[in-house]
């Protein structure tokens, strides 16, 4: 199954990706986090990746659709995967319709006005990547499931957020009318508890 998570930032993408790519057997692909490990690798991509992410820029097309390109070849994806954070603009969706087909598209439908918090409020495991939010932490910094360091991602405050907000508005959002023109597109209320958006993407994916 060849599956694209649609949303803004903030909207669960990530959250969802780990538990569906686990029930389903397929790979977690994640743009975000590809470019946030050349990051740290410092490589001629992470260089190039951050000086756009820390403005809360789209990094470019021809960048972006190269490492998707080279990651979907590998064979892992064979039986398919579940894209997080891939395509954000028409031009990336175009691209990847010329190398792949593409089965179903989530778009996980969060109210502008919610998302602000759960970014802000949003720690990631340094090792394993699991997101999680303050509120319900309960104090602990430690990742549930490895035990590892939570952090807070560089581009995860209020400054930057409201330009990526504005970024997914003018570039990502008109993906939705794209995949919906296709009659791909699946569609979730995703201001629910993490449970309830997993059940209803599950029934949706069927
Ligand atoms: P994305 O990958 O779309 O940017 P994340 O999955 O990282 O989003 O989630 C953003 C923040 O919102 C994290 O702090 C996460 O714990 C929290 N979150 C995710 N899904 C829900 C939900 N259904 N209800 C409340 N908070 C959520
Ligand atoms: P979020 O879901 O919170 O927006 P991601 O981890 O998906 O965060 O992405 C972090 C940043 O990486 C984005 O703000 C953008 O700068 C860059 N990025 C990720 N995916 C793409 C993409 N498909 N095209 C261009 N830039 C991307
Ligand atoms: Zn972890």
Excluded at 54 to 77: A, H, N, S
Excluded at 103 to 113: H, I, M, Q, R, S
């Amino acid at each position: 199954m060849n599956v694209i998570l649609l949303g803004a930032p903030g909207a669960g993408k990530g959250t969802q990706a780990v538990r569906l790519a686990e029930k389903y057997g397929i790979p977690h692909i994640s743009t975000g986090d590809i470019f946030r490990s050349n990051i740290k690798g410092q490589t001629p991509i992470g260089i190039v990746a951050k000086s756009y992410i820390d403005k809360g820029q789209l990094v470019p097309d021809e960048v972006t659709i190269q490492i998707v390109k080279e990651r979907l070849e590998k064979d892992d994806c064979k039986c398919g995967y579940l894209l997080d954070g891939f395509p954000r603009t028409v031009a990336q969706a175009e691209a990847l319709d010329k190398f792949s087909k593409v089965e179903a598209v989530v778009n996980v439908d969060v109210p502008l006005n919610k998302l602000l918090k759960r970014i802000t409020g949003r720690r990631v495991c340094a090792k394993c990547g699991e997101s999680y939010h303050v509120d319900y932490l309960e104090g602990k910094t430690t990742c549930a499931k490895c035990g590892a360091e939570l952090i807070q991602r560089a581009d995860d405050n209020e400054t930057t957020v409201s330009a990526r907000l504005e970024v997914y508005e003018k570039q990502t959002a008109p993906l939705i009318e794209y995949y919906a023109q296709k009659g791909v597109l699946i569609t979730v209320d995703g201001d629910g508890d993490i449970e309830r958006v997993f059940n209803s993407i599950c029934e949706k994916l069927g």
